[in-house]
């Protein structure tokens, strides 16, 4: 059935282990953190979960240890209405756990042991093809071994999905094949590595993305919103002023609304703007999935941001 889903994430699923302090460590320094929570997390599965909460058919591929925590994790992503038939429990690995420190001004340092992640292989994503090729966008990040992804954007391409490339952790030396995609949304830091040119200034390495192969450039520039490079204009599309809580999400909550929105036939800049309210509706509450938000969450966000201009 053609369009059976809207959104397909192929994807890291990880538990996240979060301790909140009032700093993080310097080395060679101990800090008492207040708690620990376990939550369910990745980058991918927080993009598949967060399509799912915004009333989209999602499907998630990937691997999940053999493990507590990877029953924990596919209960999760079952209780989020994510169609997990393409997620895989590997034997003789642990699933994937981010160590996550949050801090009193809600920012966040993570460690990622990736475990099953790194099994998913280019024949995974051949095996979930009949569904890949169901969906109109797929949402990629890089948790998973590169090759992996790479055979995904060519399955992708080869199939008309759009496809929306968070490159996180983003490598160095990146293959220009790699940055081919229909959307690309690094962060500032992201966009410095990949786009392997001497300047600071974001519009600039927006230009050399796209000259490197991406179709369009969205730099992720937090509470100073997004800047957009299509092909050769360029647009600021401004944050939305809150109070974090905890950031851990604000990427993955832009990325799975903006894939929503362009399933659903938004032009670029109304998809961003969806995307950066979802961003930041996430930091407004604690945790990686409990905080991704609802349309009525985004709505709000809008709303208190129509109020103060």
Do not use: W, Y
């Not at 499907?59 to 895989?88: K, Y």
């Not at 099953?116 to 280019?122: E, I, K, L, S």
């Not at 990686?288 to 969450?297: G, M, V």
């Amino acid at each position: 059935m053609a369009n059976q889903f809207e959104i397909v994430v192929i994807g890291s699923i990880n538990l996240d282990l979060v301790l909140r302090v009032a700093h993080p460590p310097l080395p060679g320094e101990t800090v008492l953190a207040r708690d620990l929570s376990a939550i369910p997390g990745g980058k991918g599965a927080n993009q598949a979960v967060g399509a799912a909460r915004l009333g989209a058919r999602t499907a998630m591929v990937g691997r999940v240890g053999d493990d507590e925590f990877g029953r924990r994790l596919l209960a999760g992503l079952n209780e989020n209405q994510v169609d997990a038939r393409h997620v895989q429990v590997t034997g003789g690995v642990a699933s994937g756990v981010a160590v996550i420190t949050v801090d009193d001004r809600g920012q966040n340092a993570i460690c990622v042991a990736p475990g099953a992640n790194h099994r998913v292989t280019p024949a995974d994503i051949d095996a979930a093809a009949d569904t890949i090729k169901q969906a109109k966008v797929c949402l990629l990040q890089l948790e998973l071994p590169l090759d992996t992804v790479l055979h995904a954007i060519d399955v992708c391409r080869a199939a008309g999905v759009e496809t929306i490339l968070d490159p996180a952790p983003a490598p160095n030396n990146a293959p220009e094949h790699l940055l081919a995609v229909d959307i690309l949304t690094p962060n500032l830091i992201e966009a410095r590595t990949l786009a392997a040119v001497n300047t600071a200034e974001d519009r600039e390495l927006a230009a050399a993305l796209a000259a490197r192969g991406a179709r369009r450039v969205v730099i992720k520039l937090g509470d100073q919103g997004a800047i957009v490079c299509d092909g050769n204009r360029f647009r600021h599309v401004q944050a939305h002023k809150i109070t974090p809580v905890d950031t851990t999400a604000a990427g993955d909550a832009f990325n799975a609304a903006l894939g929503v929105a362009r399933a659903r036939g938004q032009a670029l800049p109304d998809a961003i703007r969806m995307a950066n309210a979802a961003g930041a509706a996430a930091c407004l509450k604690f945790g990686a999935q409990p905080s991704l938000p609802t349309p009525a969450d985004i709505d709000a966000v809008l709303r208190d941001s129509s109020r103060s201009s």
